[in-house]
């Protein structure tokens, strides 16, 4: 006996069994990784964790802290943690405003175009290093892989010359100015900077720029792309608000801008390589205390179905990529992770050099 199934049945029954595999991967990884378990694995994989509660305040609020509107809807469902593609380095291109054409890199006679255009797959040799640490989906380290991400961002170049950008790379955790926003430009920053091949200790070389360690404990941004998703553009200045908020309560120093470098650039450094490699690990350490934070909105960095989307950069090159957050979780997040080095589990998405094995905490060398 034979069915005959017109294309029209066809298609409803291979969208009904695309629906069902989804529903059956959502429930595994919901299964496999709910809070507990994801607690237990990032334990394991001697990433650092918090028992502390992503959300400080009561619920309903009582603290006063900003809600996102009724229309804002975001996945509460799917797992997070591993939905960070991983990177060797990640930059952030001045531009001075919070939202972009929809693709960066596709804007002619921008750096973000450029750098593109410079990107070369360059091979890096694996690490023979051995642990006996776990790996987990999303946590991963900068030898693991040879991409670039390419972001802009919001804050303004710190040239004289208006087409000459500032350019903060990580996880070197590196301020460059005086880049050229033409092909060799690109090109140059590739050079002096983001070939994989380069090691994270950035300064060494003499390039045709400025550079600088980053003066801050910690960098903090915050996609705002509304342009590829709206939910961004809702989410980011109320998180921006309330992250001031709790630091500045905190005693930090907050900017929304690059303050003004008096120091003279690592390229002007007497010393030998040897001696400036140490000034600038020494001067990262120094930094993990300054209480010092530079909030920046960036642009699409993927995940937007779980925004409020916030990056956490760290002078010792930890980046933590947090999801579903909202002005309620920040608190915790400030106490937790911006100055205890724990991660909150039920809000990561990912991130870079999190595993620190015989560690305590993010902040440790």
Not at 143 to 162: G, R
Not at 198 to 204: E, Q
Request: charged share 20%; net charge negative; with cysteine.
């Amino acid at each position: 006996m034979y069915i005959i199934l017109s294309v029209r049945d066809l298609i409803f029954y291979f969208f009904a069994l695309m629906s069902g595999l989804r529903r059956l991967r959502a429930w595994v990884f919901n299964h496999e990784l709910n809070p507990d378990n994801i607690r237990t694995q990032l334990s394991a994989s001697a990433v650092p964790v918090s028992p502390a509660d992503c959300r400080t305040c009561s619920e309903p609020c009582e603290d006063g802290h900003d809600d996102y509107p009724a229309r804002f809807t975001i996945d509460m469902e799917t797992q997070m943690l591993g939905t960070v593609s991983p990177f060797r380095r990640q930059i952030f291109i001045s531009t001075g405003t919070i939202d972009w054409d929809f693709e960066i890199m596709w804007k002619s006679e921008s750096l973000a175009y450029y750098v593109s255009k410079a990107y070369r797959r360059t091979p890096v040799t694996p690490s023979t290093a051995t642990s006996d640490v776990p790996r987990i989906s999303g946590v991963f380290n900068a030898s693991d892989s040879s991409q670039v991400s390419i972001l802009n961002a919001s804050h303004k170049t710190i040239s004289d010359e208006p087409n000459l950008e500032t350019v903060l790379v990580f996880p070197d955790f590196m301020l460059i100015s005086e880049v050229p926003s033409t092909p060799e430009g690109g090109k140059l920053l590739w050079d002096a900077a983001l070939d994989p091949r380069i090691p994270r200790i950035l300064g060494s070389g003499e390039t045709k720029f400025n550079t600088w360690v980053l003066p801050y404990s910690c960098v903090i941004t915050f996609c705002s792309h509304k342009r590829r998703d709206g939910r961004c553009g809702i989410s980011a200045p109320k998180l921006e608000r309330a992250f001031i908020n709790a630091l500045q309560q905190r005693g930090w120093t907050v900017d929304s801008q690059l303050e003004h470098i008096i120091d003279p650039p690592l390229e002007q450094f007497s010393g030998t390589v040897a001696e400036k490699d140490a000034y600038i690990i020494q001067s990262l350490k120094e930094l993990q205390t300054a209480k010092k934070a530079l909030l920046l909105f960036n642009s699409h960095m993927g995940g937007h179905q779980y925004a409020g989307n916030c990056m956490i950069y760290t002078p010792n090159g930890a980046s933590v990529w947090y999801g579903r957050v909202t002005p309620h979780e920040v608190d915790s997040v400030v106490e937790n992770t911006i100055e205890g080095g724990l991660i909150l589990p039920a809000l990561l998405r990912g991130g870079l050099n999190l595993s620190k094995p015989g560690c305590r905490t993010l902040h440790d060398w």
